[in-house]
């Protein structure tokens, strides 16, 4: 028999008889009549090939098919019972992915913060992270795959911002190279530029600043990640524009030195980012409010 064939308030009535042992009492649960109830079980006997339940004395009995549908059904109809009303969220059972994306520089410096805190808080659940590069190709905030976006806040049709931090940009070289640069030398380097995958997530933000600056930059090497640019900086006589909490971080693993000089700063407001159809998700809202009260609390290194 095909599920699609088979009228579904039969399964309610199923269940209720299954579980109350008395059509009588059946009916008091469903709030009909006991000749109502009596027709919707001849109707799923005829439909399923099944007695269902046969009298005992002055009760009835399931069959071996009853005793097989009966927590069957119960489960199915409490599950389907939670997702129609919107059951409450517990962070402490879910068993939900919920999806991340982050640029290179917020999963180096903010990320681990965020990974403890929700291993903590939903210990079933599982994390997925992603960069930038895989947004786009995931479909955005628009799609189904992404949830939560930490990016620079931009507008888009269901899209829902919030500013979350403050990100700034310094200058930076290898260890051994100058402390300080005239606004002649900054002139003269080679730059390691970054270009990101332009969506409403990241984009390298150091062109603009420059440019608005009136500073000529000559870039040597191209990468797709602030971190990549750390990198090369640090083994090369090149310069590289960085933000400034992964300056920190990275500053002494690499052999980085922040060098003074009249360069001009990109400020930025990273924002919390997320789409209109998770908006009201108990499971997201929990998950952005963990994301940001994690994110505006990580400590400053001094």
């Not at 399923?48 to 339940?53: Q, R, T």
């Amino acid at each position: 028999m095909s599920l699609s064939s088979l009228d579904l308030n039969l399964l309610v009535t199923l269940d209720a008889v299954l579980a109350e042992k008395s059509v009588a009492r059946a009916a008091r649960r469903l709030h009909v009549t006991p000749s109502a109830v009596s027709n919707a079980l001849s109707r799923a006997r005829a439909a399923l090939g099944d007695p269902i339940v046969v009298r005992s004395g002055r009760g009835i009995v399931p069959t071996p098919r009853g005793a097989e549908l009966a927590p069957a059904l119960a489960r199915t109809l409490r599950e389907l019972e939670e997702a129609v009303e919107g059951t409450s969220f517990d962070p402490g059972s879910t068993t939900r992915t919920f999806t991340l994306a982050v640029a290179d520089a917020g999963q180096v410096v903010r990320l681990p913060a965020v990974a403890a805190s929700f291993a903590a808080t939903m210990p079933r659940a599982l994390l997925r992270v992603i960069g930038i590069d895989s947004l786009v190709s995931m479909g955005g905030l628009a799609g189904t795959a992404v949830d939560v976006v930490i990016g620079v806040g931009e507008r888009g049709p269901g899209i829902h911002s919030e500013p979350l931090f403050e990100e700034r940009t310094v200058l930076v070289g290898a260890a051994g190279g100058p402390k300080r640069l005239t606004r002649r030398a900054l002139e003269a380097c080679r730059h390691v530029g970054v270009e990101m995958v332009p969506t409403l997530a990241g984009r390298d933000l150091t062109a603009a600043a420059y440019a608005r600056a009136g500073v000529p930059r000559s870039v040597a090497v191209v990468v797709p990640t602030f971190t990549a640019a750390a990198a090369v900086a640090a083994s090369t006589d090149l310069v590289a524009t960085l933000p400034a909490s992964l300056a920190d971080v990275l500053g002494r693993r690499l052999g980085l030195r922040v060098i003074a000089a009249p360069t001009p700063i990109a400020s930025v407001t990273m924002h919390l980012l997320w789409h209109e159809r998770t908006d009201a998700d108990p499971a997201m809202v929990a998950f952005r409010e963990l994301v940001r009260t994690t994110v505006r609390e990580r400590p400053r290194r001094k």
